[in-house]
């Protein structure tokens, strides 16, 4: 599969590069953060929170909406499966990572979607981007045999546990607030997920 840079004009569909704000706090401080073999994520970090950047991040790229950051470390080589939000993820990256992307109109009507439509974008080490609401994603990818550290910022509370059950059409893939899950039959994820994709689960060699 073509791994594409981020400045490639492909990107701009999915989100756009971060600019003007200084991400060296960030990254030193997530060089303390666990990089298993297997992929974590954590929605909200204390010490990342606590970082000047915050206020910054919540500030320019939120609006001053209520933020959280977080990370997702680990490594993985696996589509697995697609999410989206109702609002827009900022993925910072502590390391080199891949991004495997695609677009919410290409979900059809019965809420399956395509592999053969994902593409694969080089997120280097110190960068952030936007990734847009309709912009598809799940956990990033590694390089090579290394593992993967990539910060995770979205509105307050999103991946967090649902209220209440949620069945049929979309709201039945809505799998924690503000997180709508399209899995694969070969994700490993958990029984029941609502699954979605069709065609090859993309691995990256």
Same mark, same amino acid.
């Given at each position: 599969?073509?791994?594409?840079?981020i400045t490639d004009p492909a990107f701009r569909?999915?989100?756009?590069?971060?600019?003007?704000?200084?991400?060296?706090?960030?990254?030193?401080?997530?060089?303390?953060t666990p990089c298993p073999d297997n992929v974590?994520?954590?929605?909200?970090?204390?010490?990342?929170?606590?970082?000047?950047?915050?206020?910054?991040?919540?500030?320019?790229?939120?609006?001053?909406?209520?933020?959280?950051?977080?990370?997702?470390?680990?490594?993985?080589?696996? @589509?697995?499966?697609?999410?989206? $939000?109702?609002?827009? +993820?900022?993925?910072?990256?502590?390391?080199?990572?891949?991004? =495997?992307? #695609?677009?919410?109109?290409?979900?059809?009507?019965?809420?399956?979607?395509?592999?053969?439509?994902?593409?694969?974008?080089?997120?280097?080490?110190?960068?952030?981007?936007?990734?847009?609401?309709?912009?598809?994603?799940?956990?990033?990818?590694?390089?090579?045999?290394?593992?993967?550290?990539?910060?995770?910022?979205?509105?307050?509370?999103?991946? @967090?546990?649902?209220?209440?059950? $949620?069945?049929?059409? +979309?709201?039945?893939h809505l799998t924690a607030k503000n997180k709508? =899950?399209? #899995?694969?039959?070969?994700?490993?994820?958990?029984?029941?997920?609502?699954?979605?994709?069709?065609?090859?689960?993309?691995?990256?060699?």
């Amino acid at each position: 599969m073509e791994i594409k840079k981020i400045t490639d004009p492909a990107f701009r569909k999915y989100g756009k590069i971060l600019t003007g704000i200084d991400f060296t706090g960030l990254v030193e401080e997530m060089q303390k953060t666990p990089c298993p073999d297997n992929v974590i994520y954590e929605p909200s970090i204390a010490e990342l929170e606590a970082l000047p950047v915050y206020g910054e991040l919540q500030r320019v790229c939120y609006g001053e909406l209520p933020i959280q950051v977080g990370y997702c470390n680990g490594y993985n080589k696996k @589509l697995n499966a697609v999410e989206y $939000h109702r609002s827009s +993820e900022l993925d910072i990256a502590a390391s080199d990572a891949i991004l =495997l992307l #695609g677009w919410q109109p290409d979900v059809t009507e019965d809420y399956t979607y395509e592999t053969a439509k994902i593409e694969a974008f080089l997120l280097p080490k110190g960068v952030g981007v936007e990734l847009y609401a309709t912009t598809l994603h799940y956990a990033p990818c590694s390089t090579g045999n290394a593992g993967f550290r990539v910060v995770i910022v979205l509105p307050r509370d999103t991946n @967090l546990p649902l209220d209440v059950a $949620h069945e049929g059409g +979309e709201d039945g893939h809505l799998t924690a607030k503000n997180k709508w =899950l399209i #899995g694969h039959p070969e994700g490993g994820l958990p029984e029941g997920s609502p699954l979605g994709l069709i065609g090859e689960n993309i691995t990256l060699d």
